[in-house]
């Protein structure tokens, strides 16, 4: 098989190289991990010599690069169907993807009130009204989607999609910042830190 490269960004903070981390790790296949310091004086230059859009995460796989986290991931889904990182019903994929797209372009201001970072000790701040309008909508969409799928496992649809991947790092946030949040929601977070990958990933987190 050819062998595939994920350049990513630090551990810590890099959420957008999370998602794919994540999904790449699901379908069991051995990758080498390109990793990236982050603003750094030579960061730019670094990702550019993986990809013109110059930003991580990247997938290299043979010929084909990937530059999009969401993209990497349906790219996943589709080289390595038994993975089964979308469910084969067509509503619980069609609402798995619903949400991962809304995740990837909404939510400004959880992004930057609430930044993901791995090496803060975990602790409350106030939230602005912008932030909880978001928080309620994510919280929201988490318990319509347990409601309809949670039979099937611990996760948005049942077993793990990349609808988790794309919400892991805002449990983390979550998490972090000690927002509160209702059972479902509390359990469905406890759910994805307490899951092997996520440990794996949070356990080679190195503090700045």
Sequence with gaps: MTAMTL?????AFSSWSLRPWLAL???GVAFDEVLIPLRQPETKAAILAHSG???????????VTVWESLAICDYLADRFPEAGLWPD??????LGR????????????IRRALPMDLTREPAPQPLTPEVLIEVARITQLWRDLRCRFGAGGPFLLGRFSIADAMYAPVCTRFDTYRVPLDPVCQAYV???LAWPAMRLWRSAVVSP
């Design 7 to 11: 350049v990513i960004g630090n551990k």
């Design 53 to 63: 859009a110059g930003k991580v995460p990247v997938l290299h796989h043979g010929a």
């Design 98 to 109: 619903a949400a991962a797209t809304e995740m990837h372009g909404g939510f400004p201001e």
């Design 89 to 94: 019903a067509p509503e619980s994929r069609a």
């Design 25 to 27: 790790h699901q379908t």
């Design 190 to 192: 406890d759910a994805i």
